[in-house]
């Protein structure tokens, strides 16, 4: 077997580090296009849950709204009394969720802003 001259080995190394910096530079832009893709994704989703949490008050005001109308009559049965509360109840837990929903649309959102 012969000898590789180093000059025929530092032209080998030359194009296949040309190679290299090319397959990086292709996974490097394909990269940057899947963190872009995610970010577009991310702001969608805080969006969307943000325009959720929103849509969610309206009736959710009017529900416990009607509610404290109905227990302050003061004709109510114990049994009207209690569906009352159970609405009420179950209208501020809901109420909770939805400011737990608000609140992370808006975490998600704070690094996004520049």
Excluded: Y
């Excluded at 180093?6 to 040309?18: D, H, I, L, Q, Y």
């Excluded at 190679?19 to 989703?45: A, F, G, P």
């Amino acid at each position: 077997m012969g000898r590789v001259s180093s000059s025929k080995v530092a032209a080998t190394r030359r194009r296949n580090s040309g190679h290299d910096n090319h397959s990086i530079e292709e996974e490097n832009t394909r990269l940057k296009e899947q963190n872009r893709q995610l970010l577009d994704h991310t702001e969608w989703r805080s969006a969307s849950m943000a325009h959720l949490a929103h849509e969610l008050r309206t009736p959710l005001t009017s529900i416990l709204g009607f509610a404290e109308i109905l227990l302050s009559q003061e004709k109510l049965t114990d049994a009207q009394r209690n569906f009352c509360e159970r609405i009420q109840n179950s209208a501020h837990q809901l109420q909770r969720t939805v400011d737990e929903l608000a609140e992370l649309s808006r975490a998600e959102a704070k690094p996004n802003m520049k």
